[in-house]
């Protein structure tokens, strides 16, 4: 497919060169006159001594390009620390930024850094097949791998040899990765030692451990728990993905400076909604600015409400929104009204369903623990595959905006473990939501532990 588009992108450029060639040379010329037979007739008598031909055809191929990418690629928009989410310093890059304010804020009493359940570690996209690679995350250095018949693993990244990372350099052959260091094999499906080149016995405890996996809805997750319990639910098929009615138009990542309840913690205040997601995404991210009398004629309006479900469903909570654009105070025959539905499936997987009048989309909203306090933040969109991949980019770009927004936030907040918190019903989802979180962390969870005095990690 890919090889395809690439002809018929050459044969445009060609085209449309040859098109405005002509032009150039003869003014006069109609483009309706110039027909197949003239076309065929100037590729085999082709001036290439002409400087026109190719500065025409380097032109004619930037602009194919650049069209091709706009409406037919999906976006790939990605905002790492330090790109947004800190208040500038004339005297600092935003990377010295974003490390002075990540090792010299209070972070507060945080609750323990990595909760119990599932994770979406990776994009299936990302690992091919017999291909390898190295993940850092949930504190741990993970080797994923997909084999010979594309099934996807995660092993402990560290060879228990001598300690080579097994997914730097290492080969899949079969269901087995294979240590770059000696060549010890291992299998994907349990972590066991099923070969080595040079010794005929393997040793009993020649094992890595192998986390519980799951690949679906495009994304290969792992189980994590700090009791080492198995898995007491799992992540939910999104039909519309897997049957192929929605397809894949693009995703956003943020890499955010906060304890990992905060993210999610998001979906429950509905009072930040109008404060931080009001004013138009036109109005960009930065918070000080979007609030201008310029642009205060149109703006996003949120009516939102957070539950969670009963058992034996209590580990999903659900935040129902109704957004709409106002011009003026008024809505355009609700052309813009959205009907939101998001599914928290545990401590760090959201499914999020949206319907306009003119169509339906899904969102995937992943949160993945790089560090204690950093938490990569990736989210996926998938359309109607009659809808044009520009309208897919444009909202997902504008969720991306918000998404900034609420990095401003986050970077530089203090986790509040007792907030001073007033008697609405605003404020009462966010209890309901703490006390809901409460349930992914259990004795053993781990916690951040560092010395005031130094503020070394």
């Not at 110039?34 to 001036?47: A, E, K």
């Not at 995703?251 to 404060?275: C, F, Q, S, Y």
């Not at 479900?309 to 052309?335: A, N």
Request: proline share 5%.
């Amino acid at each position: 497919m890919a090889s395809l588009k690439g002809f018929i992108a050459c044969i445009l450029v060609v085209y449309l060169s040859v098109i405005l060639h002509r032009i150039i040379l003869n003014p006069k010329i109609s483009v309706i006159s110039i027909d197949l037979d003239y076309i065929s007739f100037v590729l085999l008598n082709i001036d290439y001594k002409s400087p026109y031909l190719y500065i025409v055809t380097l032109i004619v191929g930037f602009l194919v390009h650049y069209v091709y990418n706009l409406l037919f690629r999906p976006l790939n928009r990605v905002r790492l620390l330090g790109d947004v989410g800190y208040q500038k310093d004339g005297k600092f890059t935003m990377k010295e930024i974003s490390n002075r304010v990540k090792h010299m804020r209070d972070v507060g009493e945080i609750p323990p850094v990595y909760p119990n359940g599932w994770y979406a570690l990776i994009e299936s996209w990302s690992v091919g097949l017999l291909e390898t690679k190295t993940i850092s995350a949930l504190g741990q250095q993970f080797a994923v791998f997909r084999d010979e018949n594309g099934e996807a693993h995660v092993l402990d990244a560290y060879c228990p040899h001598m300690g080579a990372n097994l997914a730097v350099g290492g080969l899949v052959t079969g269901d087995c990765i294979q240590c770059p260091f000696h060549g010890w094999k291992f299998r994907g499906h349990d972590g066991k030692c099923m070969g080595i080149p040079y010794a005929e016995k393997i040793p009993e405890v020649a094992k890595v451990k192998s986390w519980t996996t799951v690949e679906i809805n495009d994304w290969i997750n792992i189980w994590y728990h700090a009791e080492g319990m198995e898995p007491y639910w799992q992540i939910p098929e999104i039909e519309d993905i897997s049957s192929g009615k929605l397809q894949y138009n693009g995703r956003t990542e943020h890499h955010v400076n906060a304890h990992i309840e905060e993210i999610p913690e998001n979906g429950a205040d509905a009072a930040h909604l109008m404060k931080v997601h009001r004013p138009f995404v036109g109005a960009g991210y930065e918070l000080d600015k979007i609030w201008s009398n310029y642009a205060s004629w149109i703006y996003h309006k949120w009516d939102a409400t957070w539950s969670q479900r009963p058992s034996p469903e209590d580990h999903v909570g659900c935040m129902e929104v109704t957004h709409d654009v106002k011009f003026f105070g008024y809505s355009l025959f609700k052309l813009f009204e959205i009907k939101v539905k998001a599914l928290q499936l545990g401590p760090a997987v959201v499914h999020i369903t949206m319907e306009g009048i003119f169509f339906k989309c899904v969102l995937q909203h992943m949160v993945v623990p790089m560090e204690p306090v950093v938490q990569k933040v990736v989210q996926t969109l998938y359309m109607h595959w009659a809808i044009p991949n520009i309208i897919g980019k444009i909202f997902l770009a504008s969720d991306g905006i918000q998404v900034d927004r609420d990095m401003s936030i986050w970077n530089n907040k203090k986790f509040q473990s007792k907030p001073i918190l007033s008697k609405s019903r605003e404020d009462s989802l966010i209890t309901k939501h703490r006390r809901w979180y409460s349930q992914f962390y259990s004795e053993h969870s781990p916690r951040l532990n560092f010395q005031k005095d130094t503020l070394d990690w």
